[in-house]
């Protein structure tokens, strides 16, 4: 899962917890401390009106289990690419141990609802 937030607005940083919170919630991971999550501080571009520090961001992380976090500028491009190559490599080294089901969904299918409408 990745998380953003604008490091030029106190607001998005302070909703974090709660999106990572609703988040594990309604995937309910078999291991919710170990679900692999990313975090992004974008616009890192915005200069001197930047309002979340880079310590504050890191110490959040910390918390998290030290989830990887990267500053990043969508709109210059910088470190976006290593940002989204570092949650594939983490969604793939991830993928056996995370298994998602979603309740109320059937795995199969009766024979009786394959042959056609059941209405």
Request: net charge negative; with cysteine; glycine share 6%.
């Amino acid at each position: 899962c990745i998380l953003v937030y604008d490091v030029n607005v106190q607001k998005t940083f302070e909703t974090l917890q709660h999106w990572h919170e609703e988040f594990l919630e309604q995937v309910d991971p078999t291991d919710p401390e170990t679900f692999p999550f990313v975090l992004l501080g974008n616009k890192v571009d915005g200069g001197s009106s930047r309002v979340v520090s880079e310590k504050t961001a890191r110490d959040w992380c910390a918390s998290k289990g030290n989830i990887p976090y990267f500053e990043t500028s969508a709109m210059e491009g910088y470190n976006v690419e290593d940002a989204f190559l570092c949650a594939a490599k983490t969604a793939l080294a991830n993928e056996h141990e995370q298994d998602i089901y979603f309740q109320g969904i059937p795995e199969s299918i009766s024979e009786t609802e394959q042959r056609g409408c059941a209405c």
